[in-house]
């Protein structure tokens, strides 16, 4: 497969995330056959295009919500302030909603939207991350779902990106760091 020149390697081709992704919609759908559609939120921009395949794979119900929170500011590391700059469009209240992130890194992040998000009183929040640099973690979040355990090297591609290149690569590579 040929490579952006930026692209040191490819860490997960297409083929692999989509069978990874069907793993996780089965999980997923398993836990949830007995309730009201589920709601998964999609924390854009990164997760756009595993929020469209793995709602695709999930076999009951669901509803969709995206929410946007502050990035890194082109920056490779979290700065540890979160913001939110989009919200949701509905109440979770009394609802089972799983939260679709592209990567758990620190964990800043989905530390800070799950105490957001439980203020709410859902009656079930849940995560689920196809990536998670574990070795990354500043703060412990519990992850329902997760993908792949990937190394601490920063990657782009299937929706993630480096100052907003490289989301539509349809695999995840690792960022050339020089
Ligand atoms: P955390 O708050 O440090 O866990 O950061 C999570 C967010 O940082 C993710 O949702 C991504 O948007 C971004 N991020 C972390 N690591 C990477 C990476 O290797 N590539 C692209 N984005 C990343
Ligand atoms: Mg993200």
Redesign the pocket.
Known sequence: MTHPKEIRNILLTGEQIQERIGLLAKEISAEHSYCEPLILVG?LK?SFYFLADLSRKISVPVEIEFMQIS??GGQ?E?SGK?QILKDLDRDIRGRDVVIV??????????DYLLRSLATRKPKSLEVCTLLD?VE?RKIEVPVAYRGFEIPN????GYG???HQAFRNLPYIGVLDAT
């Open positions: 924390i990164g990035t890194y490779t979290s979160v992130e592209d990567i758990l890194d620190t964990g800043l992040t989905l640099k990354r090297e920063f990657v782009v993630m990106d480096h």
